[in-house]
Structure formats: structure tokens, C-alpha cells
């Protein structure tokens, strides 16, 4: 062989490189040289490999490190939320097993400097890591922190000095104390003590403590009563076991899906669990029941789906473990799992996950919180994942034309005809926060009243997304802040304006919706009362009645009131269609607009005499869960009924 002059330069820089890292890291230089076997060989462990890789930089790139106050030194400074995140030492794991994997001791440094201000601002003498520095003292978080630094050290604590390795295991132990003496099925919400179940066997393995297995195996036993006989785990909202005036049970498909489920189903790999086991892999199938085609999660009626974005949650891990790991019982969960990481990768700019897909175009900063915490789901993935040299791309629930599926434990049902992908919602859970409460207390929700949720075309993409009935700060350091720039709920609606108060149909849990075949479609039907947020009717009250009718090539809404006066003004039936600020609109007539996006044109009409209101220039942008969208407006007068009907338009 010919060592060219480029060949060898690169040896020496290579070599050189190497005697640094030996110097500096003598664990990281050994460790790496056995983590050949870890380097990504199949397109699928590329793509989580790659996505880890690109936020572990972008973590690193907000580290704060010239400033050595202690306050600030080695925490993550947010971009959106200007400030530093009291959770982002769960960092620790994925910057460990890039470190590993890479070699590169950046990511070491990075992992020791923030687990150094986590100890310095967010660590407690009781064993506890709490919420936030100054703006939360919930201490349930613990669990998470326990789990990324046992894992870290389970797989990677040989990129460590002993003295490190040996300060952080004796973190956990303290951590697990504290866990021990906190935890019961009461404590917060249920995804508290689902995923301390797997802290409990990690910290077992890891302190060779025989009892905290034992006490994850028997939270894990109370933690079983907590499935819906369909599948759905529930305690979302409290009190846990309640149950609703129309029979419904507190439930959050983000939290299940991103926390609770992957968290439960490694718990049972460990543990040897089979019955569990079993119930993660029936809870997973239900729950993929709510995946759309582009990989999104329909948490359109989540109880707390204030954290919604269209790829997940905003501070829980990532769906990715629970699939991957248990696709061996189903192959189209290793499909739902690929899909979800392919859109978190489209939704990723500046090495750092935005809060959905309209965040960057919008203009508004991401939160480092996403990428820190769903960083953790990659993390595990590829420690304790497999992956086959090519994977049969599965088709799932959501692909399939079915027709309607009810799901009464949450009021929901999802439609699927021809294109289109529908959910319609009359859910009565009302989401009220104990432990984090921020500004929020007005009413703000999730959508019900039969409110159409979500309208997915297959070629195009979502048309329709339930935001919040009324966006607020719930979680006050969990949530991002509203910029100046217009805004507004994004769900279809009729709404009344009177004395600065908007009385909708999106907030009536009265309300009484049916669905049934009609003439080869699928027709709902919602009939209510219009409310405010809080659930304040009208004085005398003013009736609504709504109509959804899903088919094969157009879908067509109706709206009417009856209980207003002639002289009402104020009422309008609202569309607001999702359109990025680069999608062309054009309005042939009044009464027909057309969106021009990248996978096709969206053509939306009114049978209203005077047509759409006039359109404004600039986007609305809602938060949850990420999009801009043109308003679409039609005046109306009570005791009318107003049409409008969308479609794809056909190539002439």
C-alpha cells in the first residue's frame, strides 16, 4: 500500500488527537477502543445514531462554560426560555454514550459539567433533585435524573475516572433512598410511579440491592390495575382512578407514549416480568392506534396536552425504547418507531429539536429541554436495541381506509376514509395541575364538545390540529412563552363574541356527538351548548350544532346556532387551515381559497353567499403542537347553517 502524504497527515492528526484524549480521558481512550462493535451499521440505527449525535453537539453548543459562576457554570442555557432548565443533567446519559461511541472527550467534559451544576443548584440532602433553581420544588422528578445516571453508568461509566464513577453511584444510592421512602402509586401523576418501577430494578442492578427489585416488582403489580380493559393507561389527571360524567378515564397519550410505556417495558426486560410484559405490548398496540402516517401522535384530546407537539411531548423521552425493544412481538412497532424519529428529524435545526414543525419557519427558539430529555430515548435505543439489516417496512393502524374506530374511555373516535385521516372528540377529563402550576387558571384545555381534533390527508399532510382552547402556561417553566406575533386556537370552531369573552363550541362536555355511516362516508354529529373556556354558557344560553362529514374525495363541515339574538353580530364559523409562512394562498372567488403546499393544494369552499371574510396577511402560529395556519372566516347569522367543504384539488 501507497501512504500518500494526505493519508499520512491524516494519521498524525488522528494520532494526535488520540494522545491527547489518552492524556486528558485515559478511560475514554481505552473504552473507545472496545466501542467498535457500537458503530451504526443498518439505515435505521444510522438514523437514531445520527439524530443523537446532532443534539448531543447542540446540547454542548448551549453549555455554559466562560462563565464560572457556579450558578450558571456547565448548565444548559435555553434558547427560548433564557434560562437553564433544572432537568438538563439528564443530559449525563446520551453526552456518556456519545462519548463512548465517538471517542471525542467533549462529550465527557460536557457530562461531568453539567452534572456539577446539577448537584451545585438542583440537588437536595434529602437524595431528591427538584424541578427547577427558584421556579418548582417538585421533587417526582427525581426518578428521571435516577434513571439517565444509572444508565449512564451501567453502560458507559468506564469512560470515567474512578473517583467520578464511584461520587455518581453513590448519588444514585442516595437518590434510590430518597425514591424509596417518596414513591406510591399517589404520588403525582401516574407516569411518577410507572417509570420509578424501572428506577428501582436499575438501582437494584447497579447497588446490588436485591429490595429495591423487589419494590419496583411490587409497584409494578399496582401499577397493572391501571389499564383500561382496551389497553389505555390511565392516571393523567386526578384522582387517578376517577372517572368522568360520561364514563371516561384521566388519560394522555403523550405521556404514555413517550414516558410511562417505554419506561414499563424496559422495567419488564429486566425484571423478567411477563405479565407486565404483556400489558406494555396490548397498551402499545392501543396506543398506535393514535400514530398518523407521517409518524405524528394525535394527542389532540390528551388531558395534558398543553405539552403537545406533533411529534410527541415536550418534557417526557420519546416513544422509541418501548417500540424498538418490544418489536419483537410486533414488527410495525420497530415501523411506528423509525417513523416518529424521521419527523423528530425534520423537525430538528441548529442541533437542537423545535417544538413542531412550524416552530423554525415561524421564527420562534427551540427549548433545549426537548432535546435533552428525548436525546435519553435515542440513548437507549441503540444500548439495548437490535437492529436487523433490513427491516420490513410495516404498514400501520392509521394507513388503512377502516372506517370508524370508538374509543369510549376517552370520548374519541377516529375516522379514516379514502385520504383522510379524522378525530372527533367529546372527552370530559378536565386536566387541573397540583404540583407545577404556573399563570395558568382560566380554563384552558384540551378540545371537546365534538370538536373535529385532527384531518390528516394522506398525500398532503395535517390539515386541521386541536390546539389548547385557550393557550396557557400550566406548566410554567415547561411551557414556551408567546411571542408578538398573532396567534389564536387552531381548532374548526363557531364562536360568539360578547363582553371580551369567546363562547365556542370546543368547551361543552355535555355535549351530545354520534357518528354513523352516511351515503359511503362517515358522518358526526355535535350538538351543545356554547361555552367559554371555564365552561360559562351564555345568560339564556345559545345552542350549536356542528356536522363532520368524512369521505372519499372531500370532507364537509356544517355550523349552525339557534338561541342567539338576529342582531348577533359577533358570530363566526372559523377555519383555521394549516399553512406554513412559504405556502402560496390564493382565493379564486369569495367563496373559494386555495393553499398551495409542497405535496399538493388544498381547495376550501363555503356555500355562504358572502363568502370568506377577508384573508389576513400574516399567519396565526399556535404553540401547541407547532403550526401557522390561514384563518379561514365566514360570517354567520343564528339559526343558519353555514358549509364548507375541503379537498384536494385534481390535476387538470
Same mark, same amino acid.
Given at each position: 500500500?501507497?501512504?500518500?502524504?494526505? /493519508?499520512?497527515?491524516?494519521?498524525?492528526?488522528?494520532?494526535?488527537?488520540?494522545?491527547?484524549?489518552?492524556?486528558?480521558?485515559?478511560?475514554?481512550?481505552?473504552?473507545?477502543?472496545?466501542? +467498535?462493535?457500537?458503530?451504526?451499521?443498518?439505515?435505521?440505527?444510522?438514523?437514531?445514531?445520527?439524530?443523537?449525535?446532532?443534539?448531543?453537539?447542540? @446540547?454542548?453548543?448551549?453549555?455554559? /462554560?466562560?462563565? =464560572?459562576?457556579?450558578?450558571?457554570?456547565?448548565?444548559?442555557?435555553?434558547?427560548?426560555?433564557?434560562?437553564?432548565?433544572?432537568?438538563?443533567?439528564?443530559?449525563?446519559?446520551? %453526552?456518556?454514550?456519545?462519548?463512548?461511541?465517538?471517542?471525542?472527550?467533549?462529550?465527557?467534559?460536557?457530562?461531568?459539567?453539567?452534572?456539577?451544576?446539577?448537584?451545585?443548584?438542583?440537588?437536595?440532602?434529602?437524595?431528591?433533585?427538584?424541578?427547577?433553581?427558584?421556579?418548582?420544588?417538585?421533587?417526582?422528578?427525581?426518578?428521571?435524573?435516577?434513571?439517565?445516571?444509572?444508565?449512564?453508568?451501567?453502560?458507559?461509566?468506564?469512560?470515567?475516572?474512578?473517583?467520578?464513577?464511584?461520587?455518581?453511584? +453513590?448519588?444514585?444510592?442516595?437518590?434510590?433512598?430518597?425514591?424509596?421512602?417518596?414513591?406510591?402509586?399517589?404520588?403525582?401523576?401516574?407516569?411518577?410511579?410507572?417509570?420509578?418501577?424501572?428506577?428501582?430494578?436499575?438501582?437494584?442492578?447497579?447497588?446490588?440491592?436485591?429490595?429495591?427489585?423487589?419494590?419496583?416488582?411490587?409497584?409494578?403489580?399496582?401499577?397493572? *390495575?391501571?389499564?383500561?380493559?382496551?389497553?389505555?393507561?390511565?392516571?393523567?389527571?386526578? &384522582?387517578?382512578?376517577?372517572?368522568?360524567?360520561?364514563?371516561?378515564?384521566?388519560?394522555?397519550?403523550?405521556?404514555?407514549?413517550?414516558?410511562?410505556?417505554?419506561?414499563?417495558?424496559? #422495567?419488564?426486560?429486566?425484571?423478567?416480568?411477563?405479565?407486565?410484559?404483556?400489558?406494555?405490548?396490548?397498551?402499545?398496540?392501543?396506543?398506535?392506534?393514535?400514530?398518523?402516517?407521517?409518524?405524528?401522535? +394525535?394527542?389532540?384530546?390528551? /388531558?395534558?396536552?398543553?405539552?403537545?407537539?406533533?411529534?410527541?411531548?415536550?418534557?417526557?423521552?420519546?416513544?422509541?425504547?418501548?417500540?424498538?425493544?418490544?418489536?419483537?412481538?410486533?414488527?410495525?412497532?420497530?415501523?411506528?418507531?423509525?417513523?416518529?424519529?424521521?419527523?423528530?428529524?425534520?423537525?430538528?435545526?441548529?442541533?437542537?429539536?423545535?417544538?413542531?414543525?412550524? #416552530?423554525?419557519?415561524?421564527?420562534?427558539?427551540?427549548?433545549?429541554?426537548?432535546?435533552?430529555?428525548?436525546?435519553?430515548?435515542?440513548?437507549?435505543?441503540?444500548?439495548?436495541?437490535?437492529?436487523?439489516?433490513?427491516? *420490513?417496512?410495516?404498514?400501520?393502524?392509521?394507513? @388503512?381506509?377502516?372506517?370508524?374506530?370508538?374509543?369510549?374511555?376517552?370520548?374519541?373516535?377516529?375516522?379514516?376514509?379514502?385520504?383522510? =385521516?379524522?378525530?372527533?372528540? *367529546? #372527552?370530559?377529563?378536565?386536566?387541573? *395541575?397540583?404540583?407545577?402550576?404556573?399563570?395558568?387558571?382560566?380554563?384552558?384545555?384540551?378540545?371537546?364538545?365534538?370538536?373535529?381534533?385532527?384531518?390528516?390527508?394522506?398525500?398532503?399532510?395535517?390539515?386541521?390540529?386541536?390546539?389548547?382552547?385557550?393557550?396557557?402556561?400550566?406548566? @410554567?417553566?415547561?411551557?414556551?412563552?408567546?411571542?408578538?406575533?398573532?396567534?389564536?386556537?387552531?381548532?374548526?370552531?363557531?364562536?360568539?363574541?360578547?363582553?371580551?369573552?369567546?363562547?365556542?363550541?370546543?368547551?361543552?362536555?355535555?355535549?351530545?356527538?354520534?357518528?354513523?355511516?352516511?351515503?359511503?362516508?362517515? %358522518?358526526?354529529?355535535?350538538?351543545?351548548?356554547?361555552?367559554?373556556?371555564?365552561?360559562? &354558557?351564555?345568560?339564556?344560553?345559545?345552542?350549536?350544532?356542528?356536522?363532520?362529514? @368524512?369521505?372519499?374525495?372531500?370532507?364537509?363541515?356544517?355550523?349552525?346556532?339557534?338561541?342567539?339574538?338576529?342582531?348577533?353580530? /359577533?358570530? =363566526?364559523?372559523?377555519?383555521?387551515?394549516?399553512?406554513?409562512?412559504? +405556502? =402560496?394562498?390564493?382565493?379564486?372567488?369569495?367563496?373559494?381559497?386555495?393553499?398551495?403546499?409542497?405535496?399538493?393544494? %388544498?381547495?376550501?369552499?363555503?356555500?355562504?353567499?358572502?363568502?370568506?371574510?377577508?384573508?389576513?396577511?400574516?399567519?396565526?402560529?399556535?404553540?401547541?403542537?407547532?403550526?401557522?395556519?390561514?384563518?379561514?372566516?365566514?360570517?354567520?347569522?343564528?339559526?343558519?347553517?353555514?358549509?364548507?367543504?375541503?379537498?384536494?384539488?385534481?390535476?387538470?
Amino acid at each position: 500500500m501507497t501512504v500518500t502524504r494526505r /493519508t499520512l497527515l491524516q494519521m498524525t492528526t488522528a494520532g494526535a488527537a488520540l494522545f491527547g484524549v489518552r492524556a486528558a480521558f485515559p478511560e475514554l481512550a481505552k473504552a473507545a477502543q472496545s466501542a +467498535d462493535s457500537s458503530t451504526p451499521q443498518t439505515a435505521e440505527q444510522k438514523l437514531y445514531a445520527g439524530l443523537l449525535k446532532t443534539w448531543c453537539d447542540g @446540547i454542548i453548543a448551549r453549555q455554559i /462554560t466562560e462563565l =464560572r459562576d457556579p450558578a450558571f457554570y456547565g448548565g444548559l442555557l435555553c434558547p427560548s426560555c433564557a434560562l437553564i432548565h433544572g432537568r438538563c443533567g439528564d443530559a449525563v446519559y446520551p %453526552l456518556l454514550k456519545m462519548a463512548h461511541t465517538s471517542g471525542d472527550s467533549k462529550y465527557v467534559r460536557a457530562a461531568k459539567l453539567v452534572h456539577e451544576w446539577s448537584q451545585a443548584q438542583v440537588s437536595r440532602a434529602d437524595g431528591s433533585w427538584v424541578n427547577d433553581v427558584s421556579l418548582s420544588s417538585w421533587q417526582g422528578i427525581t426518578v428521571f435524573h435516577t434513571i439517565a445516571l444509572a444508565e449512564a453508568l451501567k453502560h458507559h461509566g468506564e469512560v470515567l475516572d474512578k473517583p467520578t464513577r464511584a461520587a455518581w453511584t +453513590d448519588r444514585v444510592a442516595a437518590a434510590a433512598k430518597f425514591l424509596d421512602s417518596f414513591i406510591s402509586i399517589e404520588t403525582g401523576n401516574v407516569n411518577y410511579p410507572v417509570t420509578s418501577t424501572l428506577a428501582f430494578v436499575l438501582c437494584g442492578q447497579l447497588l446490588g440491592e436485591d429490595r429495591y427489585i423487589e419494590r419496583g416488582r411490587k409497584l409494578a403489580q399496582r401499577v397493572m *390495575e391501571q389499564f383500561t380493559p382496551d389497553g389505555f393507561l390511565f392516571g393523567e389527571g386526578h &384522582p387517578l382512578d376517577g372517572i368522568s360524567p360520561k364514563g371516561c378515564r384521566p388519560i394522555d397519550l403523550g405521556y404514555n407514549i413517550e414516558e410511562s410505556l417505554p419506561s414499563l417495558a424496559l #422495567y419488564s426486560l429486566l425484571a423478567n416480568d411477563k405479565p407486565v410484559e404483556q400489558q406494555v405490548v396490548a397498551a402499545l398496540k392501543t396506543h398506535m392506534e393514535f400514530q398518523l402516517p407521517d409518524g405524528a401522535w +394525535d394527542n389532540s384530546w390528551g /388531558t395534558r396536552n398543553y405539552k403537545w407537539t406533533w411529534w410527541g411531548s415536550r418534557t417526557s423521552d420519546g416513544c422509541h425504547p418501548g417500540f424498538v425493544l418490544m418489536a419483537h412481538h410486533d414488527p410495525r412497532f420497530r415501523e411506528a418507531a423509525r417513523r416518529n424519529a424521521e419527523l423528530m428529524q425534520a423537525s430538528t435545526h441548529d442541533g437542537l429539536l423545535y417544538g413542531g414543525p412550524h #416552530y423554525y419557519e415561524h421564527g420562534d427558539l427551540p427549548c433545549v429541554h426537548h432535546s435533552f430529555t428525548h436525546a435519553k430515548a435515542l440513548a437507549t435505543v441503540l444500548d439495548r436495541g437490535s437492529f436487523p439489516e433490513n427491516p *420490513e417496512r410495516s404498514q400501520l393502524p392509521r394507513d @388503512i381506509a377502516y372506517g370508524v374506530k370508538s374509543f369510549p374511555v376517552i370520548g374519541t373516535r377516529l375516522a379514516a376514509a379514502g385520504p383522510w =385521516r379524522a378525530t372527533v372528540t *367529546e #372527552y370530559d377529563w378536565e386536566y387541573i *395541575e397540583h404540583v407545577q402550576a404556573g399563570a395558568g387558571g382560566s380554563g384552558g384545555g384540551h378540545v371537546t364538545g365534538g370538536a373535529l381534533s385532527q384531518l390528516f390527508h394522506a398525500e398532503i399532510g395535517p390539515v386541521f390540529v386541536a390546539s389548547m382552547t385557550q393557550y396557557e402556561l400550566i406548566e @410554567i417553566s415547561n411551557q414556551q412563552q408567546y411571542r408578538d406575533s398573532p396567534h389564536m386556537p387552531l381548532t374548526p370552531r363557531i364562536e360568539y363574541t360578547e363582553a371580551g369573552k369567546a363562547y365556542t363550541n370546543l368547551n361543552d362536555y355535555k355535549a351530545v356527538l354520534t357518528a354513523q355511516p352516511y351515503a359511503g362516508s362517515i %358522518l358526526f354529529d355535535a350538538q351543545g351548548v356554547l361555552q367559554t373556556p371555564s365552561h360559562a &354558557p351564555l345568560p339564556g344560553g345559545a345552542k350549536y350544532h356542528v356536522t363532520h362529514r @368524512i369521505a372519499d374525495p372531500a370532507v364537509e363541515l356544517t355550523a349552525s346556532t339557534t338561541g342567539l339574538p338576529t342582531s348577533a353580530k /359577533t358570530l =363566526r364559523f372559523i377555519v383555521p387551515v394549516i399553512a406554513s409562512s412559504t +405556502d =402560496r394562498v390564493e382565493q379564486s372567488n369569495a367563496q373559494t381559497v386555495h393553499i398551495i403546499r409542497p405535496k399538493g393544494t %388544498l381547495v376550501i369552499s363555503t356555500d355562504a353567499q358572502q363568502g370568506f371574510a377577508p384573508i389576513p396577511a400574516q399567519r396565526t402560529f399556535n404553540l401547541v403542537p407547532g403550526f401557522e395556519a390561514v384563518p379561514l372566516t365566514v360570517a354567520m347569522q343564528p339559526g343558519e347553517q353555514v358549509r364548507v367543504r375541503i379537498e384536494k384539488a385534481t390535476k387538470v
